[in-house]
Nanobody, 122 residues
Framework: EVQLVESGGGLVQPGGSLRLSCAAS????????MSWVRQAPGKGLEWVSS????????YYTDSVKGRFTISTDNANDMLYLQMNSLKSEDTAVYYCATNTGRTIQELGFGSWGQGTQVTVSS
C-alpha cells in the first residue's frame, strides 16, 4: 500500500523559509517521479514542482522558480520542498503526490498524502 505523509508546514512571516518533508512507503521510491501540489483557500489544485531523480530532472511552476527547491533522499524514501522568500500567495495546503508518467510531458498524479498547511502571514 502506497503511503505518503507530509510534515513541516506551519506559520511563517513573509520572506521566511520552511522545508516540507514527505515520507514515502509502499513503492519503489528511487524510480518514481514525485510532485508537490498545493491548494490555496477557496481555489483549485495548483501544481508546484516535480522531480524525476532517476533522470536528474526537476521542474517548477513559474511563480516559485528561484525560491523553491525540490529534492529527494532516495536512501530514506524522502521527498523535500525547500521554500525560501515566502510570500502571502504561497499560503496553501501542500500535498506530495506520486507521478503516473515517466516524464514531465506525461505528468499525472497517482497517490496523494494528507497535506500540510503552510500559512505566510505577518
Amino acid at each position: 500500500e502506497v503511503q505518503l505523509v507530509e510534515s513541516g508546514g506551519g506559520l511563517v512571516q513573509p520572506g521566511g523559509s520552511l522545508r516540507l518533508s514527505c515520507a514515502a512507503s509502499g513503492f519503489t521510491f528511487s524510480t518514481s517521479g514525485m510532485s508537490w501540489v498545493r491548494q490555496a483557500p477557496g481555489k483549485g489544485l495548483e501544481w508546484v514542482s516535480s522531480i524525476y531523480s532517476y533522470i536528474s530532472k526537476t521542474y517548477y511552476t513559474d511563480s516559485v522558480k528561484g525560491r523553491f527547491t525540490i529534492s529527494t533522499d532516495n536512501a530514506n524514501d524522502m521527498l523535500y520542498l525547500q521554500m525560501n522568500s515566502l510570500k502571502s500567495e504561497d499560503t496553501a495546503v501542500y500535498y506530495c503526490a506520486t507521478n503516473t508518467g515517466r516524464t514531465i510531458q506525461e505528468l499525472g498524479f497517482g497517490s496523494w498524502g494528507q497535506g500540510t498547511q503552510v500559512t505566510v502571514s505577518s
